[in-house]
């Protein structure tokens, strides 16, 4: 069983950063693939970034192209997920999750681990 849990959201104004962290319990972190998650109220739950267990590879929904970027500290079993530019509509709990290597990272589905959630609020 992994254990995520998040640290770093908050309240920031519009066009403001933030940086979200991750930390694993697992000592076999670097093997899984790790997602950022996203749930604003009312909505469904979206995909934002994940990244490969190499770090070589990365995925951005389009809505975070060029303002929001994932890396991973495997020595440290943790992921992170820094923030820019940020505007009202990135207002949700952002949620990290562990999938099994090979997964396809874009899709909720693959995820076997989840983290509580941390919430970002962004004011306008």
């Known amino acids: 069983q992994v254990q995520l849990v998040e640290s770093g959201g908050g309240l920031v104004q519009a066009g403001g950063s933030l940086r979200l962290s991750c930390a694993a319990s697992e000592r076999a972190f670097n093997s899984y693939g790790m997602g950022w998650f996203r749930q604003a109220p009312g909505k469904e739950r979206e995909f934002v970034l994940a990244?490969?267990?190499?770090?070589?590879?990365?995925y951005y929904a389009d809505s975070v192209k060029g303002r929001f970027t994932i890396s991973r500290d495997n020595a440290k079993n943790t992921v992170y997920l820094q923030m820019n530019s940020l505007k009202p509509e990135d207002t949700a709990v952002y949620y990290c999750?562990?999938?099994?290597?090979?997964?396809?990272?874009?899709?909720?589905?693959?995820?076997?681990?989840w983290g509580q959630g941390t919430q970002v609020t962004v004011s306008s």
């Open positions: 990244i490969r267990w190499s770090g070589g590879t990365t």
């Open positions: 999750a562990a999938a099994l290597y090979g997964s396809r990272l874009t899709d909720g589905s693959k995820y076997v681990y």
